[in-house]
């Protein structure tokens, strides 16, 4: 099968890192693998994993234990492509593919400086894409690829530093939430992915917070935005 990669197409800087040993049985599931990462990449990786499990508690969704191979590199290229990336996951292995931290250092994501914050708030996206497709099985093509992008930018958002969100949502650039989720369109994903990421927040605010989620999460949006 076709294998389906969630990634950000934005440029990074390289720079050669000082890996630890890989660790299998990471974050303590048999199913976690985390390669390549320092020590800071692997707790990140940890955390996500953490957080994810007990906001889908908090949803009502009781979570398998995670099947994830985490690969921490000094850069990412996009498989079939020359693009290089910030990371990416992709469902056919179940992989998660990481730049490290440092390396990128050169983004400014909504115009904020890089940080750990906001490094460990992109792994978390990544790993939101993760628990979303695991939780939905092989209905997961049935939601289309920007609202994969939309749920994941959402908690991404939600999750993220405290301190940091604080700051991305009094700065929200003059994103609003969109006026309804007919108007949810792939090429606001692809025109500005930073803009659609508060979008997708807001939007979830307005439309019941949780209970969208819980509700995206099962496909229960207008029929005519679900694939067939
Ligand atoms: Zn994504």
Same mark, same amino acid.
């Given at each position: 099968m076709r294998s389906v990669l969630y990634k950000c197409l934005i440029l990074i800087a390289i720079l050669s890192l000082r890996a630890l040993p890989a660790s299998a &049985?990471?974050? $303590?599931?048999? $199913?976690v693998r985390i390669e390549g990462a320092q020590a800071v990449e692997e707790k990140a990786a940890c955390a996500s994993i953490e957080k994810l499990t007990v906001y889908f508690r908090s949803i009502g969704i009781e979570s398998a234990a995670p099947t994830i191979h985490f690969y921490f590199k000094p850069e990412v290229i996009l498989p079939g492509t020359e693009t290089r990336v910030h990371g990416y996951f992709d469902t056919d292995d179940n992989s998660i593919h990481m730049t490290h931290f440092e390396g990128q250092a050169g983004r400014m994501p909504w115009g904020f400086v890089w940080s750990e914050a906001m490094a460990s708030s992109f792994l978390l996206h990544e790993v939101a894409h993760l628990f979303a497709i695991s939780y939905m099985g092989? &209905?997961?093509?049935?939601?289309?690829r920007h609202w994969h992008e939309f749920l994941a930018y959402s908690l991404q958002i939600e999750l993220m530093d405290p301190e940091l969100k604080q700051r991305l949502l009094q700065f929200n650039g003059g994103a609003t939430a969109f006026e309804k989720p007919g108007d949810v369109s792939s090429m606001h994903y692809e025109m500005d992915p930073d803009r659609y990421a508060l979008r997708a927040y807001f939007s979830t605010q307005k439309w019941g917070g949780v209970t969208f989620m819980k509700n995206l999460l099962n496909r229960k949006i207008p029929e005519s935005l679900v694939t067939r």
């Open positions: &049985d990471a974050c $303590g599931y048999t $199913g092989g &209905d997961f093509r049935k939601l289309q």
